[in-house]
């Protein structure tokens, strides 16, 4: 038995730090994404980066920007354009997308492709520049939730009004009309566009509207022309966009893919130890969990050391099973595993809520496979479950069975017990609880195991 965990361990064991080593360091695997641009016709001078925002705006994404802006700094670009295509995403990513392009020393020009939605609105309401396309609006950046309808919590509300108002303020664009984009309660006169936004609406604004309120600088058909507006259409362009790993990456944090990779996880490892043999779970579980930590890696979110701790963890619960320590090692690697999960997330409290579903939902499959699977669990080698029964020709003492309806001597009293004589025998018996003298003759009315119980005979 202790052979069979030792195999089954040293499987797992370098399985799982060679996935989760390769998925953490496959990123430079991934590298590219960059494209260069009217080289040819460059007029000397620094480099204009164009960067799309065509995503959910959400982690991977705010992961996504901090390189673009990284990569321009380092090549001393002129400008950043952003272009926007998005129906939003997390408030809080976009708050922090919001301040990279605040705090970079470029200076960035939003154009709106399509539409710049919600999350996209603020985004764009922190770059120096909004340049749109025909056809494209901005706003409608009410808070909603996973469903799509609209909170109405008065703080929640208050909180992105403000911030909204303070993004407009930030380059000189009226606050109301950013406020308006957010709060259905308000109502604002638009005499610039010869009608009000209503109480009860969403105020969104189309390119023309953008521009006639100061929302927008100019109207562009496209990126270059843009550009061109900008008096950089002589300079060299470098289109930046993710890499295949960020691409996996964006999808990899998403909270309900999170969930489903812990699910797959814990069940998986979990199955492989209490109930060996398998194989393909434990397979499933390693690399779930490697994929979660590659995509948190690739997002900037994951350090070395939370892998370490991830493997310590695994580590300390394997050998939990091997060597006893009143739970000690156990409980050290529960915590340990959990750090390494939660210290590789952008936001912790989200993978915390994630782990809870993912181990209740995982206890309930593994309750499942344990029960279906009862007879290959590990418990299996600890307890004695052989029963040597008389059927299979197991006798735990002699029977007495014979002596049944047999008469004899009582050679002592029998008070009820004492001892008789049948033949040549001398046999311990009880009474039914009367008194027998030695010398009465007594019949054997029961026997039960080792008991033989008579009677006097009258």
Known sequence: ?????????AVIWPLLMLISMMLVTAGGLFAGGKSV???????IGPAVYVVP???TVESGLKSFLERAYKEAAEAKAERVILVINTFGGEVTSAEEIGELIRKSSIPTTAYVEGKAVSAGTYIALNAQNI???????????AVVNGSGDLIDNPKVISFWVKTMREAAELNG???????AMVDPGVTLPLPELKQAKQSGQILTLTADEAITVGYAEYK???VDDAIKWLGLDKREQIKLNPTIAERIATWLVNPVVMTVLFILGIGGIAIELFVPGFGVPGIVGILSFGLYFFGHYIAGFAGMESVVLFIVGIALLFVELFVPSWGILGI????SLIAGVLTAASSPLTAFVSLVIALAVATVILYFVVRKYKDRGIWNKFILREKLTTDQGYLSADTKDDLLGQEGV???PLRPAGTIQIGDNRIDVVTSGEFIASGKTVKVIKTEGTWVVVREVV
């Open 1 to 9: 038995m202790q052979m069979k965990r030792w195999r089954i361990a």
């Open 410 to 412: 009582a050679i002592t």
């Open 220 to 222: 562009a058909e496209s």
């Open 173 to 179: 664009r009226n606050p109301d009309i950013a406020a």
């Open 37 to 43: 641009q009217g080289a040819e016709a460059a007029e």
């Open 332 to 335: 050290i690697g529960s915590v």
């Open 131 to 141: 340049v749109m396309e025909p056809g494209s609006t901005i706003g409608a950046a």
């Open 53 to 55: 925002v065509k995503q």
